[in-house]
């Protein structure tokens, strides 16, 4: 089984011996890589819908490896109990989604979490700051030309990010680091060329996307091109 560089990336950071649940797992590549892998002696496969938890079923299935699953159908981790689980991973959704699965179950932060938000990543991570969280290490998986951060976070408590770091995260050495600012870039310039064009232009939001342009590209020197 090859998994998709993004969930390779999420995978690389689960530690050995660790049980993990994975919620929003919908075919669960993930934990059955894991456990065929040897990395992890068990997983709970959680989803929302029963169409996906079906379809987690029968990879795990497929790969007989059913006996060191269980299944839960349920909205985060609702049906899941902390004693159950070391690693939670919460993976393709958009980040309100994520910070409101984290909202659901304070006891979350008692264990290490790896989140890859699709979506709302300054969302995200005004939650985690603001709740608790660290975020002690950041990946960036590429397929194709999409680029896709990876959150490891724990309990703990984070300097304030500025609004660089909220969308960007913050600084580090990944190889891809330069290649994932430049995409949030472009995205801030586009946004910013449509508001610059609208017809009653927003002069607020045109002064906050412009610093905001400003401190990605101070933070894209830093990496050679
Ligand atoms: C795009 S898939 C991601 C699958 C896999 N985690 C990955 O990263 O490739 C998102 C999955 O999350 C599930 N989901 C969405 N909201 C959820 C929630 N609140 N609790 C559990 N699962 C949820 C959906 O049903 C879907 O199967």
Known sequence: MELTQRLRTVADL??????????????????????LKGRIPSAIAAD????????????????????????????????????????????????????????????AREKLLLLQ??????????????????????????????????LVVRQGEMAPLTPGELLAGQQSCDPLRRAYLEMLAEKVTHSLDGHRRAALPDRAEIARLEALLRELQAMMEVYPT
């Open 117 to 150: 938000p699709m979506t709302s990543f300054v969302e995200l991570r005004q939650y985690l700051q603001t709740h608790h969280y660290e975020i002690i290490e950041e990946r960036i998986a590429q397929e194709g030309r999409r680029l896709y951060s990876i």
């Open 48 to 107: 929302l819908r029963s169409g996906p938890l079906s379809r987690a079923r029968e990879t795990a299935h497929q790969y007989g490896v059913c006996n060191q699953f269980s299944f839960r159908l349920c909205d985060g981790l609702s049906g899941i109990s902390p004693e159950e689980t070391d690693v939670i991973s919460i993976a393709g959704m958009g980040g309100e989604t994520i910070a409101s699965i984290l909202e659901a179950a304070p006891w």
């Open 14 to 35: 689960v530690p050995q011996g660790m049980r993990l649940a994975d919620i929003g797992t919908d075919h669960a590549y993930l934990p059955v890589w894991l456990i």
